[in-house]
């Protein structure tokens, strides 16, 4: 009864009529893994012990097994016994000290594998303000060979919605936990369409039905259990399922603190303990009774708890199994599979569709943030308040308008650095997810980046330069006022750098905004305004300081030799104004001034490319 129900909501939610793209995998893959070692080294200490020891820590001891194509094999075991690092070394996405021979057809990881390989993460990484269609279609077009037209693409986003029955939320927005958007069991669809896409022969998933109600767990390992009998090869970690789920796995790889205690079909499993003296009680879910004995407990048919040895069921699995095993890797050995290079190079396609392609998602993405009103209205309030406050001052107050010169240095200097530290610390998950499945280069994103966000580093300041330049009543010439503009701008990209600089090279964003509020606040103090009489041995920290090249840059466009101000012999000099005395503004000064500016302008962004390049090649484990 509960069966025909269940094939009902399925049929209901999924159409019958799938595409024809996901009933057939493109090349089968058989998955084998054997003696699968891996280690970490372990910090053993705590805030109040003195000594810390670095201790090697085996996570797992030795874990062998086989999947072929059209199985769907399911890895149980309590928290912490190294389900999720197993998947994530047989997905290749493991660096350290792995140890142990996984194969793909005979053949080590490569990015052939990589590219025919879907990873959905515990978490979903997705953008909060795209849409269903929106995510799918981007991935889609970048993800998917150049073989196929962009047309192409978009259907077989359009098919996966349909698949995995996302159809009536395709135009809602995806959100997260701040932002309210489709729903859990939903959001986690998009991260599984996003790997069907490139209709993947294997397909790993970590806690695919967490949190999910039984029934849209139901729905989305029947889902799965479709694919693999398309030739597909599928592993999943999964929590407690319920017995309906726990029979839908052709195997289960039942793990006990990083060893295998059972590999095998799921339906033998029981009978495997039994054989031990340990059969489960009666209406038992398996999975339940397994991870029972997973955690060193057996419940007899009385409901007793017995406390019984986890090395004994090791062993036992270890001698049983060997034998068994070996002859599955003979038979399997036999099998023809190799992958081959389907003419398509490194990436899927080229380096402008990925840079068109990313920029268009992330116009789309941040404009929210962007254009937020809050950010423009903040801009729009201080230019009005420094242009009262400053309201036409003149040359006749020389103080005042190098004061305002100098706020204006350093108000464009934080503003767009803690603008830009953000980026990258926000961006991690999504650059290790999509990096990690070889989706673009990093270059093109990186210039996406950089020029999705160049509209409004340029627009904001402009608009605050044109309020208060002229309220402040600094110079009103189209060649004072395009200078000082044109300062302006420079600065805020070299500030903008900087943040980016930081954020990529420290990649967490409270470490990243310490360090660049520090760093921002010796700039301004070492920019020639605040101390005029700086000792020798930290002199030098001006020509690293962005606000001082900033600063002389902006009196060069105000004033020129030959101007003076009045002082107590009636008109002196500008030149020997005591702050702008401290700078100078001849020609060499400011070109050393503006080609430092351009330096960093450069240097910044290259250092946080250099920076990125550690993301996704081998991901750390979180
Ligand atoms: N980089 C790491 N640093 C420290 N410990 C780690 C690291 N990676 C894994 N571990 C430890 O290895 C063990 C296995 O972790 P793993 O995430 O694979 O377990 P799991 O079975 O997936 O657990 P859960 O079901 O709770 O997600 C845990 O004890 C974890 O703390």
Request: glycine content about 8%; aromatic content about 10%; charged content about 20%.
């Amino acid at each position: 009864m509960e069966d025909i129900e269940s094939q009902r909501i399925h049929k209901e939610s999924f159409r019958e009529e799938s595409p024809v793209v996901l009933h057939k995998g493109k090349r089968p893959v058989t998955l084998k893994f054997e003696d699968v070692v891996y280690k970490i080294n372990d910090k053993n200490g705590g805030l109040f012990k003195k000594n810390v020891k670095v201790e090697e820590k085996t996570i797992l001891k030795g874990v062998s097994g086989v999947v072929e194509p059209g199985e769907m094999l399911a890895m149980l075991g309590p928290s912490g016994s190294g389900k999720t690092t197993l998947l994530t070394a047989l997905g290749g996405r493991l660096g350290g000290k792995l140890r142990g021979k996984i194969t793909y057809n005979d053949q080590p990881f490569s990015n052939v594998i990589k590219r025919n390989t879907g990873f959905v993460t515990q978490d979903d990484v997705l953008y909060p303000h795209l849409t269903v269609t929106e995510t799918l279609v981007f991935t889609a077009l970048l993800r998917l060979p150049n073989t196929l037209t962009k047309q192409a693409k978009v259907t077989l986003a359009k098919n996966v919605i349909d698949q995995l029955g996302l159809t009536k939320c395709e135009d809602s927005i995806v959100g997260n936990s701040r932002l309210r958007g489709v729903s859990g069991g939903e959001r986690k669809r998009v991260s599984i369409g996003q790997e069907l896409l490139i209709n993947p022969s294997l397909l790993f998933l970590d806690e695919p039905t967490s949190g999910l109600d039984s029934t849209t767990a139901q729905r989305i390992v029947s889902t799965l259990s479709d694919l693999a009998k398309g030739g597909r090869t599928i592993l999943m970690t999964i929590h407690q399922p319920s017995s309906r789920l726990y029979y839908m796995f052709n195997k289960v790889l039942l793990l006990a603190e990083g060893n295998v205690v059972y590999f095998g079909k799921g339906s033998e499993a029981i009978q495997h303990f039994s054989n031990m003296g340990y059969a489960p009680a009666l209406a038992m879910n398996p999975s339940d009774f397994l991870l029972d004995l997973a955690n060193g407990i057996y419940t007899d048919d009385a409901k007793h708890d017995h406390v019984i040895d986890k090395q004994k069921l090791i062993s036992a699995f270890k001698s049983n199994s060997d034998e068994q095993l070996k002859l599955e890797h003979h038979e399997i050995n036999d099998f023809d599979g190799r992958f081959e290079e389907s003419g398509s190079g490194k990436w899927p396609t080229s380096w402008s569709q990925q840079f068109f392609v990313l920029l268009r998602r992330d116009i789309k993405e941040r404009k929210y943030e962007s254009f937020s009103a809050l950010r423009i209205g903040q801009v729009l309030v201080v230019a009005l308040i420094s242009g009262l406050l400053w309201y036409k001052s003149d040359m006749s107050h020389m103080q005042d308008q190098i004061g305002l010169l100098f706020f204006i240095t350093g108000f464009w200097g934080f503003f767009p650095l803690f603008q830009a530290i953000f980026t990258f610390p926000q961006e991690l998950m999504m650059l290790e997810k999509e990096r990690s499945s070889g989706m673009y280069r990093l270059s093109s994103y990186f210039t996406s980046r950089m020029v999705a966000d160049l509209p409004m580093e340029l627009v904001l300041p402009t608009i605050f330069l044109l309020i208060t330049y002229f309220m402040a009543g600094l110079k009103a010439t189209a060649i004072h006022f395009f200078q000082t503009l044109f300062t302006l701008l420079l600065s805020v990209l070299v500030a903008q750098g900087l943040g980016l600089a930081l954020g990529a090279l420290v990649l967490d964003q409270k470490s990243a905004t310490t360090l660049a509020s520090v760093l921002m606040l010796v700039f301004l103090l070492a920019g020639g305004f605040y101390v005029q009489n700086v000792p020798k041995f930290i002199a030098w920290v001006k020509f690293i300081s962005i606000s001082y090249y900033t600063y002389q840059l902006f009196i060069g466009s105000q004033y020129h030799t030959g101007d003076t101000y009045p002082c107590s012999e009636g008109q002196c000099p500008i030149e020997e104004f005591p702050p702008i005395k401290q700078v100078g503004f001849d020609s060499k000064t400011q070109w050393i001034a503006a080609m430092a500016l351009v330096i960093m302008l450069i240097g910044y962004r290259l250092i946080a490319y250099f920076a990125l390049m550690r993301v996704g090649i081998t991901k750390k484990l979180a």
